[in-house]
């Protein structure tokens, strides 16, 4: 069965870091380009970033300067540094595999809250 | 606001057939294909319609896409109460050079 588990969401401060992690299970991750995908709260979607099964890695505006995404295929990971944080950050981040299907699967998603 | 337009409900009672569209320009819908998710209430988005018209296996046959142009539409047939929630329509985008989502459907079935 393909799996994303997300893991690393919590509280943090404006200004603070905090890294996602993304463990995928049940097919072959360095095949794939795999995408982190956000939603505030009641809000809707909004794609983050990607990273191609080659590296290439892909941010929308205005994430870019401030978010790292990378992969370690050996450990069928994929991560997201994220620095400078802000309130606009404040989400739901779904981890999800880029796939001839769109995004498929989905994790079940890790909160991340930027609040002082 | 978001690059692609949705209308931001739709509605229908069991049975009827709804439309929800999609609106976007050249550089995303009018050149690229269109992607749908169904997120159902407390769950994680799940992929409903990929290439425009192609459904993944065991979504039922009930959900239909097309593209023509710069907007895109998806429509369900037969409609039963398990599929309240909200839709999404995405696509890739060459001027931004990334992803873009439709802000969303909330579809109640009346």
């Known amino acids: 069965e393909v799996q994303l588990v997300e893991s690393g969401g919590g509280l943090v401060q404006p200004g603070g870091s905090l890294r996602l992690s993304c463990a995928a299970s049940g097919f072959t991750f360095s095949s794939f380009d795999m995408h982190w995908v956000r939603q505030g709260i009641g809000k809707g979607l909004e794609w983050v970033s990607g990273i191609g099964s080659g590296g290439e890695t892909y941010y929308v505006g205005s994430v870019k300067g401030r978010f790292t995404v990378s992969r370690e295929n050996a450990k069928n990971s994929l991560y997201l540094q994220m620095n400078s944080l802000r309130g606009g950050d404040t989400a739901v981040y779904y981890c999800?595999?880029?796939?001839?299907?769109?995004?498929?699967?989905w994790g079940q998603g890790t909160l991340v809250t930027v609040s002082s | 606001q978001s690059v692609l337009t949705q209308p931001p409900s739709a509605s229908g009672t069991p049975g009827q057939r709804v439309t929800i569209s999609c609106s976007g320009s050249t550089s995303n819908i009018g050149s690229k294909d269109v992607y749908w998710y169904q997120q159902l209430p407390g769950t994680a988005p799940k992929s409903l319609m990929y290439?425009?018209?192609q459904r993944p296996s065991g979504v039922p046959d009930r959900f239909s896409g097309s593209k023509s142009g710069t907007s895109a539409s998806l429509a369900i047939s037969g409609l039963r109460s398990e599929d309240e929630g909200d839709y999404y329509c995405a696509t890739w985008d060459d001027s931004l050079r990334g992803w873009v989502f439709g802000g969303g459907t909330k579809l109640t079935v009346l």
């Open positions: 999800a595999r880029g796939a001839g299907t769109g995004f498929d699967p």
């Open positions: 290439r425009n018209n």
